[in-house]
């Protein structure tokens, strides 16, 4: 059957099977144009020339490519960094256990060396003498005078503390003798509301506050 590219006119030849009687997406080789080719109704087959040496194309060369789907190949996996190889420490230093006593193994060996150690000269540097730089050093620290001073700032710190104590004194006597006064104003409050009715409201007040219900009059 023949088929022609709707957007330049190329026109093609194909051949049935390659339809097999179902639509197919074909693409132009001239323009790259796609579109969908219906399959041609059924003709007579037209009168093929006779044999010859043939100079033209042939009919599969013309043929538009049908599109398939692209294959993609996996990706290679990167190769993993080298990691650089130190040295064993194992190789370089022998094994130490620390479980197992290196030292003198019988009695006469552990004698001789504690002998060997107390007959062994001090070091001079551990117990050498002071020099007298460290001695003017060491006076330098004890200035005259600092006891004084010491002495000077624990006796300003003490009249601060006598009086913080005083003003807390003064406060609790103040409200001593607040509750006395308050106390004996409460205790004569009938005289006082017979003589001022006015403070009547303040003495019920207070009865009302503390829950003390006013003695009837006699």
């Known amino acids: 059957m023949r088929i022609s590219c709707p957007g ?6 194909v051949p049935d099977v390659a339809f097999n009687g179902r639509p197919r997406t074909v693409r132009c080789q001239q323009c790259n144009h796609q579109w969908l080719a219906e399959p041609a109704v059924a ?6 020339p006779a044999a010859g040496p043939s100079t033209s194309r042939s009919v599969y060369d013309d043929m538009p490519k049908v599109m398939e789907r692209p294959s993609y190949a996996p990706p290679t996996p990167e190769p993993a960094p080298r ?26 060996e552990i004698l001789a ?22 001695e003017s050093s060491r ?6 005078g600092n006891e004084e001073r010491f002495a000077a ?29 308050f106390g004996g104003i409460y205790a004569g409050r009938a005289g006082i509301m017979h003589a001022i009715p006015a403070s ?16 009837a009059p006699k």
Do not use: M
Request: hydrophobic share 30%; glycine share 6%.
């Open 8 to 13: 330049c006119q190329t026109e093609y030849d």
């Open 43 to 48: 003709s007579p087959p037209p009168a093929w």
């Open 83 to 108: 990691t650089p190889t130190w040295p064993s420490p194992a190789a370089e230093e022998p094994a130490h256990d620390p479980f197992t006593y290196s030292g003198p193994s019988s009695t006469a």
């Open 113 to 134: 060396s504690l002998a060997r150690n107390s007959n062994a000269e001090p070091d001079p540097d551990i117990y050498a003498e002071p020099s007298g730089d460290a």
């Open 139 to 144: 006076g330098a620290n004890s200035l005259p």
């Open 153 to 181: 700032l624990v006796k300003s710190s003490r009249p601060y503390d006598e009086h913080e104590h005083a003003g807390r004194s003064g406060i609790f006597t103040t409200i001593i003798i607040l509750i006395f006064v």
């Open 200 to 215: 009547t409201p303040f003495f019920n007040g207070i009865n009302h506050i503390f829950g003390i219900q006013p003695a």
